[in-house]
Structure formats: C-alpha cells, structure tokens
C-alpha cells in the first residue's frame, strides 16, 4: 500500500518562497502520477497542479501557473511542489495524492492515495 507524507509547510510573508515535498513508502512512487492540492479554512479541497508518472508533463491552476512548479525524484520516491511569490491566499492545508494515470489527472476522485496534510500559512 503506498503511504505519503507531507513535508515543508510553515508560515511566511507575502512575496516568500516555500518547498514541500511528498515522500512516497510502500511502494515506488514513479507508477503514480502526482497532485497537490489546497484546503482553504471551511473551504473544499482544490486543485493546484499535477505531474505525470515520467515527470515530462505538468498542469496547474491558473492561480499557481508562473508561481509554482512540481518537480519529482523518482529515485528519491519523493515529488517536490516549489512555491513562489506566494500570496494570503495561498493560505491552506497542502496535500500530496497520488493516481494510477499515464496522464496528468485533474480531478480530486482520480487520487486514491493521500497523505495527512502541511500547513502553509501566507499572512503579513
């Protein structure tokens, strides 16, 4: 069974840079495609972007397009989401999900595993 964990969130001003990684165990990582995901307080879970299992093609949200970049070791069984000038609404819990796709999946029901969540919080 594949189990992920979450790593790097924390608290940061407007405009700074944070890495999360996703550390895959129990099975290899590089037969899943990748996403992250942010939950806002008492909001839904949303997409943020998704790399395939060779790591050739990512898609992201529009509100992570030119800020974020997803980038995965597959020898390391680790995927990495690299933030940039992030914004207060950035804030969320960020969640790594993996799914058995040879594309870059989308869709929150496409995940079967997920790992517990790390808190980023973007606030002045």
């Known amino acids: 069974q594949l189990h992920l964990v979450e790593s790097g969130g924390g608290m940061v001003h407007p405009g700074a840079s944070l890495k999360l990684s996703c550390t895959a165990s129990g099975r290899t990582i590089s037969t899943y495609a990748v996403g992250w995901f942010r939950q806002p307080p008492g909001q839904a879970r949303d997409f943020v972007g998704t790399?395939?299992?060779?790591?050739?093609?990512?898609s992201y949200a529009r509100s992570a397009q030119g800020r974020f970049t997803i980038s995965r070791h597959n020898a390391e069984n680790t995927v990495y989401l690299q933030m940039n000038n992030l914004k207060p609404e950035d804030t969320g819990v960020y969640y790594c999900a993996a799914a058995d796709s040879t594309g870059t999946p989308l869709d929150v029901d496409e995940f079967t595993s997920w790992g517990q969540g790390t808190q980023v919080t973007v606030t002045s």
């Open positions: 790399i395939s299992r060779s790591g050739l093609t990512t």
